[in-house]
């Protein structure tokens, strides 16, 4: 099979991830093997590529799979052959530890992400524990679904962990893959709440998708918006927001921080920190870290109900390299998504 694989870290722009021919994997007992249509691209494969997270290597990145199931191994009766199956960074998990027995899967210490300590979907091939696998609804296409499988499940885990109240003023900075899903579940399950998007100077085109997908605010981070934040979103790799988040937060309001890492680069705008106007009046900074399957088979669902339709912007296979540059200048819009067929 086809496959682009990390062997090296390096930065991006030095085209680290190497088209390979690699045998097709075959599926152990109770996984299977999903011929994959469509892997998503991810900011989290740029910090596994550049070093930020440490992949197992060589590794096939990409954790937002979606394919048809073509081999079942010893014992795996879930799926049928045939039946489209989708893939998110959750590969495995423990399943005995205090966390995974709590419903907290994502917080345990053998957690192995697709695509870093497991190979993922750059790639014609994977395979999986069928418990790690989920049904794609009906309604949405495979280009469709594989954005919804992190941008869209990790953004429900963190719009679930801001709790927010119809009526309330949720601020998202960032308005990327993520934030343009949770706009939509807010716009349908909180009617009466106002959204406020806050970008970076001049991103033109993230700004007039949010517009378009209802945001009643939008302006750049560092801005005053209209009414104090009860709740907000991070969903950059960098730190000024975190800072700026929590200035216009209301009081007792949350910020969660949606990131696996921060860049080093604006780390300084951190010295701003001042206790009476970022942290007291109980004000919270919690983040959000993986996933649990439990996200995922609530989300799907509910993205085939509103319906959320991700805006997606198609890369070939080989492409990969040149996709994950323009997710790091901030130039794609939506999800980019790789389409293994694509020529
Ligand atoms: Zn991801
Ligand atoms: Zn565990």
């Known amino acids: 099979m086809k496959a682009m694989v990390l062997k090296k870290t390096g930065p991006i722009e030095e085209n680290p991830l190497e088209l390979q021919d ?7 007992p109770h996984q299977i093997r999903v011929k994959i249509s469509a892997c998503g691209v991810c900011h989290t494969e740029l ?31 879930k799926f049928k052959l045939g039946d489209r199956a989708g893939i998110a960074w959750i590969n495995s998990a423990c399943g005995k530890c205090d966390f995974c027995k709590h419903g907290n899967e994502n917080l345990c210490s053998e957690f192995q992400g697709t695509g870093c300590d497991a190979n993922g979907g750059y790639a014609e091939y994977t395979v999986v524990q069928e418990d790690f696998a989920y049904p794609i609804p009906e309604r949405l296409s495979d280009p469709q679904g594989a954005p919804l499988l ?11 962990l801001t709790n927010l109240r119809d009526g309330q003023i949720l601020g998202l900075f960032g308005f990327g893959a993520s ?19 806050f970008t970076r100077p001049g991103q033109t085109k993230h700004q007039s998708l949010a517009k378009q997908l209802g945001a009643d605010w939008i302006g750049a981070t560092g801005d005053n918006p209209p009414g104090s934040l009860n709740c907000a979103i991070d969903f950059t ?12 937060l209301e009081k007792g309001g949350r910020l969660v921080v949606n990131a696996i890492r921060k860049e080093k680069k604006d780390l300084d705008y951190v010295l701003n920190l001042d206790y009476p106007t970022h942290l007291w009046l ?28 991700p ?6 296979l080989e492409q990969a390299n040149e996709a994950l540059i323009l997710l790091k200048q901030g130039k794609m819009q939506g999800a980019g998504v790789l389409i293994m067929s694509y020529q």
């Open 22 to 28: 690699l045998p097709t994997p075959q599926p152990g």
């Open 47 to 77: 910090d596994e590529i550049e070093g930020r997270l440490q992949p197992k290597l060589p590794v096939i990145p990409g954790h937002q799979i979606v394919g048809t199931v073509e081999a079942l191994g010893h014992g795996a009766n």
């Open 150 to 160: 992190c941008a869209g499940a990790i953004g429900y885990r963190a719009l679930r």
């Open 179 to 197: 934030a343009h899903i949770v706009i939509q579940i807010v716009k349908y399950q909180y009617p009466n709440s106002k959204v406020f998007v």
């Open 237 to 248: 790799p960098a730190w000024k927001p975190i800072i700026e988040a929590m200035r216009v």
């Open 282 to 309: 109980e004000k919270e900074l919690k983040t959000v870290a993986n996933i649990t399957r439990r996200d995922v088979e609530e989300f799907l669902p509910l993205a085939a109900e509103i319906p959320i339709t």
């Open 311 to 316: 805006k997606v912007q198609k890369f070939g």
